[in-house]
């Protein structure tokens, strides 16, 4: 079983950048896809950006352009770069792998992240 855990949250103001991490307790070379989600109050849990093993990446139109995912395969982290944040980015940022093992699909979440964009 993968373990993950989020770092790197915290307050801060409108504008300003964050990095957050993702450390995975095993190795993620495997891992087919590994994504940032986030969840507002009130609101669903939404995709953030997802990068595939092949190293293809998609990012979600709400942060498009302001946000870059990357991973470390040596390190087993996940990144995510998060800049011009906004009050509405304010979430819980999950870390999240998927992955497939004999044959059955099974996705790993982390604990999160609170991520909260305030003046």
């Known amino acids: 079983q993968v373990q993950l855990v989020e770092s790197g949250g915290g307050l801060v103001q409108p504008g300003g950048s964050l990095r957050l991490s993702c450390a995975a307790s095993?190795?993620?070379?495997?891992?087919?896809?590994m994504g940032w989600y986030r969840q507002a109050p009130g609101k669903e849990r939404e995709l953030v950006a997802r990068?595939?093993?092949?190293?293809?990446?998609a990012y979600a139109d709400s942060m498009k352009g302001r946000v870059t995912i990357s991973r470390d395969n040596a390190k087993n982290t996940l990144y995510l770069q998060m800049n011009s944040l906004k009050p509405e980015d304010t979430a819980v940022y999950y870390c999240?792998?998927?992955?497939?093992?004999?044959?059955?699909?099974?996705?790993?979440w982390g604990q999160g992240t609170q991520v909260t964009v305030s003046s």
């Open positions: 999240n792998a998927y992955m497939v093992s004999a044959g059955v699909p099974i996705n790993y």
């Open positions: 095993e190795s993620i070379f495997r891992v087919a896809v």
């Open positions: 990068i595939f093993r092949s190293g293809s990446i």
